[in-house]
């Protein structure tokens, strides 16, 4: 009982120890602490735009001066908002931001996006629309260029036609032999799974559940901003347990956006 | 007990379990000394001063990276409201949906949503036995849609408030489960986006969800339209 009390109290003092420790650490090394915003300074323009909201069709109604300093408090989209000394916040475009300067009198470096970002890109994400043996199709892709030419791409599926409702995810790899041109080839080689589930006016059937293997051929190109544009073939075999085979034929087409 | 704290703490020192007890006083002595330093940086004055020399940008940040600035480009929303389906009655529907800004222009949004349906009249008509039991006769549907925000501008509340606007339209693709089986849906909307704060807003929308019914007879193409009202922040 005594021991017991004095480790209760050893315990009780360590966490005071935490407890007093936690709010002297939070200001310098906790990440979750507000870190404080950045100022830039109006300079080669005469004057910015300020706008009452993150877009062009949103009224114009302040000018911000050359030499006046602007806190930078967030972005939306192709839109940042500031705040300038007297308090006014509003949204500048990209374009006058990037024409500002930073703290240390330097033009304030913010990426442009273009085809040169399209050539560099690192994550995808699209989502595509298309026939699968004759079955709408819905499909999702989430994709990772990890080498020049190389690419993993994920989808999930479905395509729900009038006799069966065909739930597939696949794993490719993504070869892209021409990274630079505006519409870029690419070929695909992977497996998946699909379940299959025959419709309720049918047969009463359990429902399949097989591997696939699949080959692929497409290309991307480049619209604007983050934009692409995808179409895609692409060649299924389902590993049944009969003696045969199926193979499923499918197309797509879609959007992609890209980081 | 009956032993009193210091002559138990003695006690406890002479009879050599010092090492706990000196241990004990050293955490003691240190959490003293933290809540009094915590108290000395608590005071004011002195956190002033070192709030400003931290703030001071000159000294914290030079160069501004674009990682230095918050995104607020997602959306995260849910909302409820009236689905018709058509022979089937019109009820309650509630959803949630998920939307990833990509310009000031367009965006994409993925929905997911729920709804009960009831009997058709043929049913409530012909007395007999229903077409649908009850796990099929509730409805859910997921759609991926592209949007576009057309016409934004500014929305006066009284004669002081000015609030962002903007019309929106949506086409996109899912599926419908619905009638024990899954449906392919084409979806199409317009919304009204009314921003309350920078980053909460309301929404306003109407949408079709086509899909083909073969329930009553013959397979046919129905629209089922949605009205509903829903909330979402950014983030």
């Not at chain 2, 002081?160 to 903007?166: E, H, K, L």
């Not at chain 2, 317009?190 to 929308?205: I, P």
């Not at chain 2, 019914?213 to 397979?219: I, K, S």
Request: proline share 4%.
């Amino acid at each position: 009982m005594k021991k017991g009390l004095s480790q209760r109290l050893t315990a009780l003092a360590l966490m005071w120890i935490i407890v007093a420790i936690i709010p002297e650490r939070a200001d310098a090394k906790n990440p979750f602490a507000r870190k404080p915003k950045p100022i830039v300074t109006v300079a080669s323009p005469p004057f910015i735009e300020m706008r009452t909201g993150p877009g062009r069709g949103y009224p114009l109604f302040y000018i911000v001066e050359r030499g006046e300093k602007v806190e930078v408090l967030k972005e939306k989209t192709e839109w940042f908002k500031v705040r300038n000394v007297k308090g006014t916040t509003g949204w500048v475009s990209r374009e006058n931001l990037a024409k500002t300067l930073s703290a240390a009198g330097n033009l304030v470096a913010l990426q442009r996006f273009g085809l040169a970002n399209f050539e560099k890109m690192k994550w995808e994400l699209g989502v595509l629309g298309g026939d699968f043996g004759g079955a709408p199709l819905v499909s999702g892709l989430l994709a990772y260029r990890y080498a020049k030419n190389l690419s993993v791409e994920f989808t999930a599926n479905q395509a729900s036609g009038n006799l069966s409702n065909n739930i597939f995810a696949s794993v490719s790899i993504l070869n892209q032999p021409f990274p630079n041109w505006r519409v870029s080839p690419y070929f695909t080689l992977g497996m998946g799974k699909i379940v299959t589930k025959l419709n309720k006016t049918l047969v009463q059937s359990p429902d399949r559940d097989n591997e696939l293997l699949l080959a692929g051929i497409g290309a991307r190109t480049y619209i604007t901003k983050r934009f692409v544009f995808r179409v895609e073939y692409r060649n299924y075999v389902a590993l049944t347990n009969q003696t045969e085979n199926d193979e499923i034929e499918e197309w797509k087409m879609g959007f992609g956006v890209f980081f | 007990m009956e032993d009193g704290f210091w002559s138990l703490f003695l006690r406890r020192c002479l009879a050599g379990s010092c090492i706990r007890v000196i241990s004990l006083l050293t955490g003691l002595a240190l959490t003293s000394v933290f809540l009094f330093s915590s108290g000395v940086s608590a005071n004011p004055g002195s956190m002033d001063k070192e709030r400003f020399t931290v703030l001071d940008p000159e000294i914290v940040r030079e160069d501004l990276e674009e990682s230095d600035i918050g995104k607020n480009d997602f959306e995260f929303g849910i909302y409820g409201g009236l689905l018709s389906v058509e022979d089937f009655g019109v009820n309650t529907v509630i959803g949630a949906a998920l939307t990833y800004h990509v310009t000031e222009d367009f965006f994409f949004v993925a929905q997911y949503g729920q709804s009960p349906t009831e009997a058709t009249s043929y049913e409530l008509l012909s007395l007999g036995s229903p077409l649908l039991n009850d796990d099929e006769r509730d409805l859910s549907y997921y759609n991926i849609n592209i949007g576009y925000r057309i016409l934004p501008g500014e929305a006066f509340v009284g004669s002081g408030r000015a609030f962002n606007v903007a019309l929106y339209f949506i086409l996109g693709a899912g599926n419908t489960e619905f009638g024990g089986d899954s449906r392919f849906t084409i979806n199409a909307g317009v919304g009204y986006q009314f921003l309350a704060l920078d980053w909460l807003s309301l929404k306003l929308e109407c949408r079709d969800h086509i899909f083909d019914v073969d329930l009553l007879a013959e397979t046919k193409t129905a629209h089922n339209l949605e009205f509903s009202l829903g909330m979402s922040v950014f983030f």
